[in-house]
């Protein structure tokens, strides 16, 4: 079955002022929207990053691809790798890890490969998970995710979450995921506010919520000594530590230290650092995250090979639209290592989606693997038409945490360690 078409489309939708290490989320997030056709008349979907530079190889690529086999992963990939050549794209703001090449290889191609799973799971009339492995958990469970954030964008009206700056509105927005979502664990984007400040956060949110596994992810901008402090201070109350500090020699002399295991979408991001952080014993949780490891069949694999070496699963979310959360889903289900509930930014989407509505929804915390074949989304394309537009005219053009911040605080700094 070949490749006859691909249409690349960028699409810009708003987001709230989530804060983190790297600043605040701008008022429009960006993604990019692929659909493959083949000659035998089927579409599959995929869903990448809008930043534009990934967006220049993204389409590089997808010329590239037309006329191949959607069979042929190796191929596929061996064109995708072609095509970005020695290009190493970088994000400005730092939050998943360090580029190389192999990475920027493994986030462009990512997209098609989904896509073309979606394809092949039509054409057999399956669902994407049974190309993957078949299910081992019919309904997939996220955690819910807080962000300290400002009631709304600058200038402009309280949104739908409002403010949490302190641990009563981290609590209250909790209760709005929990009471809205079932959700049954609970992950802190932190490395905001001074950490002692944040581990109060935790406190109180493991006050208010006694049952849920709770997480703090700091981004990376404390110090090994802060860690091992925080750590310290949070014994017995976080399942995790996520990327306390910076790069594996740091992580390691966290985990040596700290009471809890560590977790990471950071030091660990492409195939070549595993060896390291496992000889290290610098992580117990990798979040696995398919738009930058290579689609779902190739996190598929670093996920068993992780469970191998003792290392347990869970999974990594940037702002993203409902073709990524069926990936996502169909990933999580197929994958018995992913044992901890997977990370999604879906509510802070409120709805806005190019998927028709219907195939994707939360029960109790989880979503239902959708029942239909490929990915078990379909395109609304009135949805696409207006996102597009929107990326047209909103103006940005690359994720870009710092700069926007600066605009209201211009000391910001985003200096690690910054504590
Ligand atoms: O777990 C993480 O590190 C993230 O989810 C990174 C994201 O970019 C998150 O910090 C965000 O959306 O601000
Ligand atoms: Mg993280």
Redesign the pocket.
């Given at each position: 079955m070949l490749i006859r078409e691909i249409t690349v489309t960028p699409v810009a939708f708003r987001d709230p002022p989530?804060l983190?290490a790297a600043g605040v989320?701008q008022p429009w997030a960006l993604r990019t929207v692929v659909e493959v056709v083949t000659d035998e008349g089927l579409t599959g979907l995929g869903e990448t990053y809008g930043d534009l530079d990934h967006l220049d190889e993204v389409r590089r690529a997808a010329t590239a691809l037309v006329g191949l086999d959607v069979y042929r992963h190796n191929d596929l990939y061996a064109a995708v790798a072609r095509s970005v050549g020695d290009a190493v794209v970088t994000d400005r703001?730092g939050?998943?890890g360090a580029a190389t090449r192999e990475k920027t290889v493994d986030r462009v191609f990512s997209p098609f490969e989904v896509a073309c799973l979606d394809i092949k799971g039509k054409a057999a009339g399956r669902p994407v998970v049974d190309l993957l492995g078949g299910r081992v958990r019919d309904a997939v469970p996220y955690s819910a995710y807080l962000f300290y954030k400002w009631a709304g964008h600058p200038g402009e009206a309280e949104d739908a979450f409002g403010a949490a700056l302190d641990p009563e509105g981290l609590v209250e927005q909790a209760r709005l995921f929990v009471d809205r979502y079932g959700f049954r664990s609970i992950k802190l984007?932190g490395g905001v506010l001074p950490p002692m400040e944040e581990a109060d956060g935790i406190r109180a949110l493991r006050d208010a919520f006694p049952g849920h596994p709770l997480r703090l992810?700091p981004?990376a901008v404390w110090s090994v000594e802060t860690s091992i402090e925080v750590g310290r201070a949070l014994d017995g109350v976080l399942e995790y530590l996520?990327?306390p500090t910076e790069g594996i020699d740091g992580m390691a002399r966290v985990a040596a230290e700290a009471p809890m295991p560590l977790a990471t979408?950071?030091c660990v991001v492409t195939p070549g650092h595993l060896a390291p952080a496992i000889e290290r014993r610098a992580i117990g949780v990798l979040?696995i995250d398919h738009h930058y490891w290579g689609g779902l069949l190739r996190s598929s694999h670093i996920a068993t090979l992780c469970a191998t070496f003792g290392i347990e699963l869970s999974m990594?979310?940037?702002?993203h639209l409902g073709i990524s959360l069926a990936a996502m889903t169909h990933l999580a289900a197929a994958t018995p290592a992913i044992t901890h509930a997977c990370?999604t930014?879906t509510p802070w989407q409120a709805g806005q989606d190019v998927v028709a509505p219907g195939a994707l929804r939360f029960v109790d915390g989880a979503v239902p693997v959708p029942d239909g074949p490929g990915l078990g989304v379909e395109l609304d394309r009135d949805a696409l038409a207006v996102m597009n537009e929107q990326y047209e005219k909103c103006g940005i053009r690359a994720r870009d945490d710092a700069t926007y911040m600066r605009a209201f605080e211009p000391s910001f700094s985003t200096r690690r360690p910054r504590w």
């Open positions: 989530l983190n989320h703001h939050l998943i984007k992810d981004n996520e990327d979408n950071m979040l990594h979310s940037n702002s990370d930014h």
